[in-house]
């Protein structure tokens, strides 16, 4: 996949996971084609993927080239004038629209505040019937008329779809700070809470449906419920699955060259609560003692990023929590917080926060308080308005008892030591009885150290390895891959497939598609046969001409699978020496 929207995360190959919401919005996107696809909300806080499943959403559409042509735009979270929001916003939809049409990525990066080179370049890609929406915006920005060229800009999408009989796929990143960072004056005081309002026709358009979303949960389903009820579908990003979060963990430990020890791999998944926010600051830490070898280095980047000034974790909380306790400027609030943090796996009535902490407020008065804090995510709504929970994670109740719990009551942050200890001892033995031997990590971790071989070590070693290998083909030397990645079929692709690692190589050598399998049975026929089934949709998609397929099992392979392995020209080991870190 090309990318073609410059993706935020970075090294593309970051991007983890989210299979299940990929495949769920892919399919939304496919039935924008015969408009039967509604505006959707997504909620999640920050850093838990939501920017990278919407910019990837993004470069999947664009690529796929099928009639619907993607628009992303992120509001920003610094103040501006409407005409000059308006503007950028206009302009950025025509640039994309344009490099779409054209597969020109140029454009991406045109200025978004010249109109006349906008009406040039649609001149030129033979686009001439967007120029009167484009004149027409010019016209009102002249006249400073924000109002004029906000209503040009928000309908362009939908109204150039409608002209075309195309379909337009409308991404808005941060959508609830068009309610608080837009203003009506150049000089930016006279704000516009109700802006997101002006979308109340515009998201009901099947042919230029909005896919927007927001890192502040309940402020935006509050300004979506009271200012576009009815308009929106929600859709909340969960935590990862077990085995994408395995994956993620050995994806970040290849790419950052950070080393994770087998036994770390679970344990560190059950810790971070498999949330990718969680898993990517810990190894992004700054902490100068970062070891994920054993679980003392575990526990103490752990314990730094949630405890330390200079933690990612803590600071990230503290961007929600400082906000909560600005709006509601009450001294109680950080108690209720830490009550309801307490208390976090029951729902807690308003009488009771009110009777336990001896607040003397009306219960009105409290509910606001209450709405606030929710709408700040610090903590959530329960099964009714009358009952509520504290936010329903460990490392948040540890952030905020690590800052505020002092102040409040006794407290000694040794406590948050020891808790973070039997935690892990906790789910270590969990482990050992759910899982055995780590059974379900020891195939990804085999992956993990079979690249990073193949990365660093094989081209320099050829004849070792090979003697390690049977059945190479006489003239195969491993070489340096340009790209080593356990591979995945396209979401909505038939059949689905999952290779364990595919390397690509240059055109004249040979490119490597690996069975990897760690465990005490041995490889059968059958395996063998699915593999090559594999193998061969993986060569007909990525367009591959020359490989070698190879099967690493660590218990063996029975002497009719060999028979077959060598019989189709596929290699095989058993040796140990591919799981060894060098």
Same mark, same amino acid.
């Given at each position: 996949?090309?990318?073609?929207?410059?993706?935020?995360?970075?090294?593309?190959?970051?991007?983890?996971?989210?299979?299940?919401?990929?495949?769920?919005?892919?399919?939304?996107?496919?039935?924008?084609?015969?408009?039967?696809?509604?505006?959707?909300?997504?909620?999640?806080?920050?850093?838990?993927?939501?920017?990278?499943?919407?910019?990837?959403?993004?470069?999947?559409?664009?690529?796929?080239?099928?009639?619907? @042509?993607?628009?992303?735009?992120? @509001?920003?979270?610094?103040?501006?004038?409407?005409?000059?929001?308006?503007?950028?916003?206009?302009?950025?939809?025509?640039?994309?629209? &344009?490099?779409?049409?054209?597969?020109?990525?140029?454009?991406?990066?045109?200025?978004?505040?010249?109109?006349?080179?906008?009406?040039?370049?649609?001149?030129?890609?033979?686009?001439?019937?967007?120029?009167?929406?484009?004149?027409?915006?010019?016209?009102?920005?002249?006249?400073?008329?924000?109002?004029?060229?906000?209503?040009?800009?928000?309908?362009?999408?939908?109204?150039?779809?409608?002209?075309?009989?195309?379909?337009?796929?409308?991404? @808005?990143?941060?959508?609830?700070?068009?309610?608080?960072?837009?203003?009506?004056?150049?000089?930016?005081?006279?704000?516009?809470?109700?802006?997101?309002?002006?979308?109340?026709?515009?998201?009901?358009?099947?042919?230029?449906?909005?896919?927007?979303?927001?890192?502040?949960?309940?402020?935006?389903?509050?300004?979506?419920?009271?200012?576009?009820?009815?308009?929106?579908?929600?859709?909340?990003?969960?935590?990862?699955?077990?085995?994408?979060?395995?994956?993620?963990?050995?994806?970040?430990?290849?790419?950052?060259?950070?080393?994770?020890?087998?036994?770390?791999?679970?344990?560190?998944?059950?810790?971070?609560?498999?949330?990718?926010?969680?898993?990517?600051?810990?190894?992004?830490?700054?902490?100068?003692?970062?070891?994920?070898?054993?679980?003392?280095?575990?526990?103490?980047?752990?314990?730094?990023?949630?405890?330390?000034?200079?933690?990612?974790?803590?600071?990230?909380?503290?961007?929600?929590?400082?906000?909560?306790?600005?709006?509601?400027?009450?001294?109680?609030?950080?108690?209720?917080?830490?009550?309801?943090?307490?208390?976090?796996?029951?729902?807690?009535?308003?009488?009771?926060?009110?009777?336990?902490?001896?607040?003397?407020?009306?219960?009105?008065?409290?509910?606001?308080?209450?709405?606030?804090?929710?709408?700040?995510?610090? @903590?959530?709504?329960?099964?009714?308005?009358?009952?509520?929970?504290?936010?329903?994670?460990?490392?948040?109740?540890?952030?905020?008892?690590?800052?505020?719990?002092?102040?409040?009551?006794?407290?000694?942050?040794?406590?948050?030591?020891?808790?973070?200890?039997?935690?892990?001892?906790?789910?270590?033995?969990? &482990?050992?009885?759910?899982?055995?031997?780590?059974?379900?990590?020891?195939?990804?971790?085999?992956?993990?150290?079979?690249?990073?071989?193949?990365?660093?070590?094989?081209?320099?070693?050829?004849?070792?390895?090979?003697?390690?290998?049977?059945?190479?083909?006489?003239?195969?030397?491993?070489?340096?891959?340009?790209?080593?990645?356990?591979?995945?079929?396209?979401?909505?692709?038939?059949?689905?497939?999952?290779?364990?690692?595919?390397?690509?190589?240059?055109?004249?050598?040979?490119?490597?598609?690996?069975?990897?399998?760690?465990?005490?049975?041995?490889?059968?026929?059958?395996?063998?046969?699915?593999?090559?089934?594999?193998?061969?949709?993986?060569?007909?998609?990525?367009?591959?001409?020359?490989?070698?397929?190879?099967?690493?099992?660590?218990?063996?392979?029975?002497?009719?699978?060999?028979?077959?392995?060598?019989?189709?020209?596929?290699?095989?080991?058993?040796?140990?020496?591919?799981?060894?870190?060098?």
């Amino acid at each position: 996949m090309n990318i073609w929207l410059k993706e935020r995360i970075g090294n593309p190959e970051l991007f983890t996971g989210r299979k299940k919401e990929l495949s769920y919005f892919l399919n939304w996107i496919d039935r924008i084609k015969p408009e039967l696809s509604q505006s959707t909300a997504i909620l999640s806080r920050r850093k838990t993927g939501k920017t990278a499943l919407l910019q990837r959403l993004y470069n999947l559409t664009f690529q796929k080239n099928d009639s619907i @042509i993607p628009f992303y735009y992120e @509001i920003k979270e610094t103040d501006k004038w409407l005409l000059d929001f308006s503007r950028d916003f206009l302009l950025t939809f025509v640039y994309q629209y &344009i490099a779409f049409k054209t597969r020109k990525q140029e454009y991406f990066h045109y200025s978004k505040s010249n109109y006349s080179r906008a009406l040039k370049s649609l001149k030129k890609e033979n686009l001439n019937y967007l120029s009167h929406l484009v004149e027409d915006a010019e016209l009102a920005d002249r006249q400073e008329n924000p109002d004029a060229l906000w209503d040009i800009a928000r309908d362009m999408p939908r109204i150039t779809a409608e002209h075309t009989d195309e379909r337009v796929l409308q991404i @808005i990143d941060e959508f609830q700070f068009l309610n608080r960072y837009i203003f009506r004056d150049k000089s930016c005081k006279d704000r516009i809470a109700n802006l997101a309002g002006s979308y109340l026709g515009t998201a009901e358009y099947k042919n230029a449906p909005m896919l927007v979303a927001g890192s502040w949960v309940g402020w935006l389903a509050r300004d979506i419920l009271k200012m576009l009820p009815g308009r929106f579908l929600f859709h909340y990003l969960e935590k990862l699955p077990e085995h994408e979060t395995v994956e993620m963990i050995l994806k970040y430990s290849y790419l950052e060259d950070t080393p994770v020890a087998e036994n770390i791999v679970p344990l560190m998944a059950g810790l971070t609560e498999e949330n990718p926010f969680y898993i990517g600051s810990l190894f992004r830490s700054k902490f100068q003692g970062k070891d994920f070898t054993n679980k003392k280095g575990l526990l103490e980047t752990l314990e730094f990023e949630t405890l330390h000034r200079e933690g990612g974790i803590k600071g990230t909380w503290m961007e929600y929590v400082s906000y909560a306790l600005k709006e509601s400027n009450d001294v109680h609030a950080k108690k209720i917080v830490l009550y309801l943090s307490k208390h976090r796996k029951r729902e807690v009535t308003r009488d009771e926060i009110r009777e336990k902490l001896n607040l003397e407020m009306t219960d009105s008065e409290l509910e606001k308080k209450l709405k606030i804090l929710i709408n700040a995510d610090i @903590i959530e709504q329960g099964s009714s308005n009358f009952d509520y929970r504290g936010v329903r994670d460990n490392i948040f109740d540890k952030v905020f008892r690590g800052v505020y719990q002092k102040e409040i009551e006794n407290f000694d942050p040794k406590e948050i030591t020891n808790e973070y200890k039997a935690r892990s001892e906790k789910l270590l033995k969990q &482990i050992r009885q759910l899982r055995g031997e780590y059974g379900r990590y020891k195939g990804a971790f085999a992956e993990f150290l079979i690249i990073h071989l193949l990365r660093h070590e094989v081209y320099k070693n050829n004849e070792f390895f090979k003697s390690t290998t049977q059945n190479l083909p006489d003239v195969f030397e491993f070489t340096e891959y340009e790209r080593i990645w356990s591979y995945t079929s396209p979401p909505l692709y038939e059949p689905e497939f999952q290779i364990d690692i595919f390397a690509r190589a240059k055109e004249d050598e040979y490119s490597l598609i690996w069975e990897v399998k760690n465990r005490k049975a041995k490889f059968a026929v059958k395996e063998a046969e699915e593999f090559v089934q594999k193998a061969d949709e993986l060569m007909k998609l990525e367009s591959v001409k020359k490989a070698v397929l190879i099967v690493f099992s660590a218990g063996g392979f029975f002497k009719n699978t060999l028979e077959y392995l060598e019989k189709h020209d596929i290699a095989w080991t058993d040796n140990k020496k591919w799981l060894e870190r060098k």
